[in-house]
């Protein structure tokens, strides 16, 4: 962790400072999955029924989306609905480390 983030997590909590890092995760695991297939926003809202700037503000990180934005957005692109963001961990190993 560096040293902004250290005192960013001092000044708002630990716990704030790690959903933010989780909403990064998210929001770079639908741009980077929208990238390799190839789609554009429009096309990406297109198919999964939500506007073009929604898909803009959750890729810039202004936006938290909705459980069921996601649930549609995973199944526009492929990749599992995964709760904690992570893709291709082993859900135990994470959390085995608390």
Do not use: C
Request: glycine letters at 8%; a positive charge; charged letters at 30%.
């Amino acid at each position: 962790m560096n040293d902004f983030i250290k005192k960013y997590a001092e000044l708002s909590g630990e716990d704030h400072v790690a959903n933010l890092q989780w909403e990064g995760r998210i929001a770079a695991q639908i741009k980077s999955s929208r990238k390799k297939d190839s789609l554009s926003q429009q096309e990406l809202a297109d198919r999964a029924g939500v506007p073009k700037s929604t898909i803009g503000r959750i890729e810039a990180g202004m936006t938290s989306p909705r459980t069921e934005t996601l649930y549609k957005l995973s199944k526009v692109l492929g990749v599992p609905f995964v709760i904690d963001g992570t893709q291709g961990m082993d859900f135990k190993d994470e959390y085995s480390k608390t």
